[in-house]
């Protein structure tokens, strides 16, 4: 499943073929995805321009002349493609329409914009620009990880006092956005806390140093997917999905990469996901 730095590497990549740009086009090939689509979806996009295309969390936002918003989830399985465009040095022919090919953008200047979702549990939906923080799927959101608002005086007084992990509370959408398993796990590995401590327990130096590792490991992955980016737009046009070099997640039984650890790495379920961590740099908490 796409995670934050996924969808901004996916924004990176289709903001020089869409920002500014007009949409020729747009061809609706069903009547939704994980929900309906819109109404007129096709009539109210094309021929309006793209004045910025943003994200907040998981989802992208291209701001249109219409005074409407585009929001684009990417879901379980989403996936976004930029054919037709001259992308650098490499040009890419248009193939044909594939079979879960569901919203097809065709771009002023040449370039195709593709989503392609074989699960279906993405979503698109248009809304008032001004109306973009109300919508359901954006109104609950805690703040951008990445963002100025996110500070650690902010971070410490939001674990504060609860009694869910740690581990649970950096995924709640409400304390901090756009954070998933994956990296929750790489997060709490470099700060060296047991993905079950209780969140509560944590002290204000313990909550605030979690704020600059949650930036870098975020950034590192959008760096990461920045440098894939440029493989798959040789490749196939397909934007966003990497293979980043994680230190705990995924690696059950392998050794720590901590120097001198010696430690493996574990894995407990908790609320039916897994928890990576070190056996060693991340102990149990003594106290409840
Ligand atoms: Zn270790």
């Excluded at 747009?26 to 996009?45: K, M, S, T, V």
């Excluded at 869910?164 to 956005?177: E, F, H, S, Y």
């Excluded at 709490?188 to 909550?207: D, K, V």
Aim: proline share 6%; aromatic share 6%; hydrophobic share 45%.
């Amino acid at each position: 499943m796409p995670e934050l730095p996924e969808v901004e590497t996916v924004r990176r990549g289709l903001a020089p073929v869409m920002e500014g740009r007009v949409i020729a086009a747009a061809h609706i090939n069903r009547e939704g995805l994980r929900w309906p689509f819109p109404p007129d979806l096709a009539a109210r996009l094309s021929g309006v321009r793209v004045l910025a295309l943003r994200r907040r969390s998981k989802y992208l936002l291209a701001d249109l002349t219409s005074g409407e918003t585009l929001l684009i989830h990417l879901g379980m399985s989403g996936r976004l493609s930029v054919e037709g465009a001259t992308l650098g040095a490499f040009h890419h022919d248009l193939p044909a329409i594939g079979k879960h090919d569901h919203v097809v953008l065709m771009m002023e200047g040449g370039a195709r914009i593709t989503f392609n979702d074989a699960r279906r549990f993405g979503a698109m939906d248009l809304m008032a620009t001004d109306a973009v923080e109300a919508h359901p799927l954006l109104a609950h959101l805690g703040p951008e990880p990445l963002g100025n608002a996110f500070n650690g005086a902010m971070l410490a007084a939001r674990l504060s006092g609860r009694n869910t992990p740690i581990k649970a509370a950096l995924l709640d959408q409400r304390v901090v956005a756009g954070l998933g398993n994956i990296y929750v796990c790489e997060v709490l590995f470099r700060a060296g806390l047991h993905p079950a401590t209780r969140a509560g327990a944590l002290s204000a130096a313990q909550a605030e140093g979690l704020v600059p590792l949650i930036r870098m490991v975020l950034d590192e992955a959008i760096a990461a997917g920045g440098s894939s980016l440029r493989d798959y737009r040789q490749a196939s046009g397909e934007l966003g999905y990497f293979q980043h070099a994680f230190r705990v997640y995924g690696r059950e039984g392998s050794p720590c990469v901590t120097p001198g650890c010696g430690a493996l790495v574990g894995r407990i379920v908790q609320s039916g996901r897994s928890s990576f961590y070190c056996l060693a740099c991340q102990p149990a908490a003594t106290t409840p």
